[in-house]
C-alpha cells in the first residue's frame, strides 16, 4: 500500500551558498581595523579605504607627535639635570679640598679624628654628632664640614634623578618609534591600494585633489574678524602655508601636518602651543558653538581630537587635511570629521 506521506521537499541549492556567504561575511567584519585591506574591485571602494587608512596615519601621526613631545621634554631634564650635577660635582670637589686642609691640620695637631676618617673615605649620615669632633673643630670647619654633606646628598639625589629621567626617556623614545612604524604602516598600506588601481583610475583620485585645491583657491570667508590680535596674526601666517603639502610630524615652514600648521603660526604670533591636537584642545578658551567660532580659532575635529585647523570665516577650516593632500580650506560641513569645539587662543 503506498504511503500518504508527503516527500521532503528537496532543500535549495542556494542554501549553502548562503550560509558560506554568511560566514565569510562575519569574518570579514570581525577583522581587525588594523588587518591589512582586502582591495575593492571599484575606485570608489579602494578610495574608501585609502581614506580610511590616511585617517589612520594622521591618528598614529598625532599619537607620534606626543610621544616625541614629551621625549624631547625629557631629554632637556636629562640634560638639565647631568648639568646641575656637574656644577653640584665641581663645587663638591672644591668644598673636598677645603675638607681636606681641615683634615691635614687636624693631624698636624695630633692625630686623624675617626669621624673625619670616615667622612673622607665613606657615606657617613651623622658624622658630626660625634662630640669629640666638634669639640676638636672652630665653628668654621664644622659649617664647611656641614656644607659638604649637604651637597653630596644633593648631588647623589640629582644623579638618582637623572636616572629616573633617562629610564622614562628611553620609554618615551620606544613609544615614538612605536607610532612611527604604525604610520608608516598605514601609508604603506594605502600605497598598496592605490596600486591596484589602473593608471586612469589613479588618475581620476588625482582629479578630485585637484578639484579640492582649486576650490580652496575660490573660496568665500566672508568679512569676520578674529576675536583677538594674536589669532589674527597666527591665521595670517597661516594662509600664507595654503598650497603646502601634508606630510606627517612635519612642523613647517616647508610642509605641516595638521597641528604642525597650528603651531606653527601661533609661534609667528609669539605663542607657544602644545604640539598635537589634544594638547592644543585645552590650550585656550573652549567654544562649543560653531556658530561662535571666529577666524584664528582652533577648530577641534573627531571624536578622539585628532585633527585641528583653523576656523577661517563662513563655515570653513583652514587645515593639512591628510597624506597626499595640500594646506587648504574646506567646508567644516563636508570635511567628513565631526566638529567637537573651538579653542580661542
Given at each position: 500500500?503506498?504511503?500518504?506521506r508527503r516527500p521532503?521537499?528537496p532543500?535549495p541549492r542556494?542554501?549553502?551558498?548562503?550560509t558560506?556567504?554568511?560566514?565569510?561575511?562575519v569574518?570579514?567584519s570581525?577583522?581587525?581595523?588594523?588587518?591589512?585591506?582586502?582591495?575593492?574591485?571599484?575606485?570608489k571602494?579602494?578610495?574608501a579605504?585609502v581614506?580610511?587608512?590616511?585617517?589612520?596615519a594622521t591618528?598614529a601621526?598625532?599619537?607620534?607627535?606626543g610621544?616625541?613631545?614629551?621625549?624631547?621634554?625629557?631629554?632637556?631634564?636629562?640634560?638639565d639635570?647631568?648639568?646641575?650635577?656637574?656644577r653640584?660635582?665641581?663645587?663638591?670637589?672644591?668644598?673636598?679640598d677645603r675638607?681636606g686642609?681641615?683634615?691635614a691640620a687636624?693631624?698636624?695637631?695630633?692625630?686623624?679624628d675617626?669621624?673625619?676618617?670616615l667622612?673622607l673615605?665613606g657615606d657617613?649620615?651623622?658624622?658630626?654628632?660625634?662630640a669629640g669632633l666638634?669639640q676638636?673643630?672652630g665653628d668654621?670647619?664644622v659649617s664647611t664640614l656641614?656644607?659638604?654633606e649637604?651637597?653630596?646628598l644633593?648631588l647623589r639625589?640629582?644623579?638618582a634623578e637623572a636616572?629616573?629621567?633617562?629610564?622614562?626617556?628611553?620609554?618615551s623614545r620606544a613609544e615614538?618609534?612605536?607610532?612611527k612604524?604604525?604610520?608608516?604602516?598605514?601609508?604603506?598600506q594605502a600605497r598598496?591600494l592605490?596600486?591596484?588601481?589602473t593608471a586612469e583610475?589613479?588618475a581620476r583620485?588625482?582629479?578630485?585633489?585637484?578639484r579640492?585645491n582649486?576650490?580652496?583657491?575660490?573660496?568665500?570667508?566672508g568679512?569676520e574678524?578674529s576675536?583677538?590680535?594674536?589669532?589674527a596674526e597666527a591665521?595670517a601666517?597661516?594662509?600664507t602655508?595654503v598650497?603646502?603639502p601634508y606630510?606627517?610630524?612635519?612642523?613647517?615652514p616647508?610642509?605641516?601636518d595638521?597641528?604642525g600648521?597650528?603651531?606653527?603660526?601661533f609661534?609667528?604670533a609669539?605663542?607657544t602651543?602644545?604640539r598635537t591636537?589634544?594638547?592644543?584642545?585645552?590650550?585656550g578658551?573652549r567654544?562649543?558653538?560653531?556658530g561662535?567660532l571666529r577666524?584664528?580659532d582652533?577648530?577641534?575635529?573627531?571624536d578622539?581630537?585628532s585633527?585641528v585647523?583653523?576656523?577661517a570665516g563662513?563655515g570653513q577650516i583652514l587645515?593639512a587635511?591628510?597624506?597626499?593632500?595640500q594646506?587648504r580650506?574646506e567646508s567644516?560641513?563636508r570635511?567628513?570629521?565631526?566638529?567637537?569645539?573651538?579653542?580661542?587662543i
Amino acid at each position: 500500500m503506498a504511503s500518504h506521506r508527503r516527500p521532503k521537499p528537496p532543500r535549495p541549492r542556494y542554501a549553502g551558498m548562503l550560509t558560506t556567504t554568511a560566514a565569510a561575511a562575519v569574518v570579514l567584519s570581525a577583522q581587525s581595523a588594523w588587518a591589512d585591506p582586502v582591495p575593492d574591485p571599484t575606485q570608489k571602494g579602494v578610495k574608501a579605504e585609502v581614506d580610511r587608512l590616511y585617517e589612520a596615519a594622521t591618528q598614529a601621526t598625532e599619537k607620534f607627535n606626543g610621544a616625541k613631545e614629551k621625549a624631547d621634554a625629557l631629554q632637556k631634564q636629562v640634560a638639565d639635570l647631568q648639568d646641575a650635577a656637574a656644577r653640584k660635582q665641581d663645587d663638591l670637589n672644591r668644598l673636598r679640598d677645603r675638607v681636606g686642609a681641615i683634615a691635614a691640620a687636624q693631624y698636624r695637631g695630633g692625630g686623624l679624628d675617626p669621624s673625619m676618617r670616615l667622612l673622607l673615605s665613606g657615606d657617613p649620615d651623622s658624622f658630626l654628632e660625634r662630640a669629640g669632633l666638634q669639640q676638636r673643630l672652630g665653628d668654621r670647619e664644622v659649617s664647611t664640614l656641614q656644607r659638604f654633606e649637604a651637597e653630596r646628598l644633593k648631588l647623589r639625589q640629582q644623579r638618582a634623578e637623572a636616572a629616573r629621567k633617562l629610564a622614562d626617556l628611553e620609554a618615551s623614545r620606544a613609544e615614538q618609534r612605536r607610532k612611527k612604524s604604525e604610520v608608516q604602516a598605514r601609508l604603506a598600506q594605502a600605497r598598496k591600494l592605490l596600486n591596484t588601481l589602473t593608471a586612469e583610475e589613479r588618475a581620476r583620485i588625482a582629479e578630485a585633489e585637484d578639484r579640492a585645491n582649486r576650490a580652496s583657491a575660490r573660496v568665500d570667508l566672508g568679512n569676520e574678524t578674529s576675536a583677538s590680535a594674536r589669532a589674527a596674526e597666527a591665521f595670517a601666517a597661516a594662509r600664507t602655508r595654503v598650497g603646502m603639502p601634508y606630510v606627517w610630524g612635519a612642523t613647517g615652514p616647508a610642509s605641516f601636518d595638521c597641528s604642525g600648521l597650528t603651531s606653527w603660526a601661533f609661534k609667528q604670533a609669539g605663542v607657544t602651543l602644545p604640539r598635537t591636537s589634544q594638547g592644543q584642545a585645552s590650550a585656550g578658551t573652549r567654544i562649543d558653538s560653531l556658530g561662535a567660532l571666529r577666524p584664528g580659532d582652533l577648530v577641534i575635529m573627531r571624536d578622539d581630537l585628532s585633527h585641528v585647523g583653523f576656523y577661517a570665516g563662513n563655515g570653513q577650516i583652514l587645515h593639512a587635511p591628510k597624506p597626499g593632500a595640500q594646506v587648504r580650506y574646506e567646508s567644516i560641513a563636508r570635511s567628513g570629521m565631526p566638529f567637537m569645539w573651538g579653542v580661542r587662543i
